[in-house]
């Protein structure tokens, strides 16, 4: 069974716009496609299948990512928290073999990183981070043993104390972009620079 992609885009992303006028993952990049476009595309080119979860208000991203190639799903319960998209996501991906859990608002990864990840999981690590020069990244990996803890998560943590409290496979990546979010409008113009 292969790893499914699953892409978490139902955020609010209060930090970027606390008046919630301007969506940050509909914002462009210095390269004019759009943050989450950029972060669909490379997880599409490494992986067979991506899911995406937006939230109950996230019609433009869920016809965007579906142009794309994504598989859709809609969490009525996003405001919750990551935890509550994740666990929505992870049970509309059907059978697999493991996740890799990527972030919406992080258009730089690349997708030798995702890659990577996956191969980890295929060959058995039951999590796999990305790490450079020492420092842990996103996205992450999961393997199929995971499934239940997945299914469990909750709140803003995410899948982070699943990772805190078993065996995690470190695999090195030269790529910045493992560390770099869109939190503000300065953000969109910086490129694959740490922060």
Do not use: Y
Request: with cysteine; hydrophobic share 45%; aromatic share 2%.
């Amino acid at each position: 069974m292969a790893i499914v992609g699953i892409l978490l885009a139902a955020g609010r992303g209060r930090r970027f716009d606390p008046s919630g006028g301007r969506n940050k993952l509909l914002q462009c990049l210095p390269g004019g496609a759009t943050v989450v476009a950029s972060s669909a595309k490379a997880m599409l080119a490494a992986l067979p299948k991506v899911v995406a979860v937006v939230g109950p208000q996230g019609g433009e991203v869920a016809a965007l990512l579906r142009d794309l190639g994504c598989d859709v799903t809609v969490c009525a319960r996003a405001d919750d928290g990551m935890g509550a998209s994740l666990a929505h996501a992870i049970g509309q991906s059907g059978q697999a073999g493991g996740w890799l859990i990527a972030l919406g608002d992080m258009p730089h990864v690349q997708p030798s990183t995702i890659a990577a990840l996956a191969n980890a999981v295929e060959e058995g690590s039951g999590i796999a981070v990305p790490v450079m020069q020492g420092r842990r990244g996103n996205p992450v990996a999961f393997g199929r043993q995971h499934l239940a803890g997945l299914l469990a998560a909750g709140g803003d943590q995410g899948a982070r104390n699943i990772v805190k409290a078993n065996p995690v496979r470190e695999v090195e990546v030269d790529d910045p972009g493992i560390f770099q979010d869109i939190d503000t409008a300065a953000d969109l113009s910086t490129r694959g620079v740490s922060g």
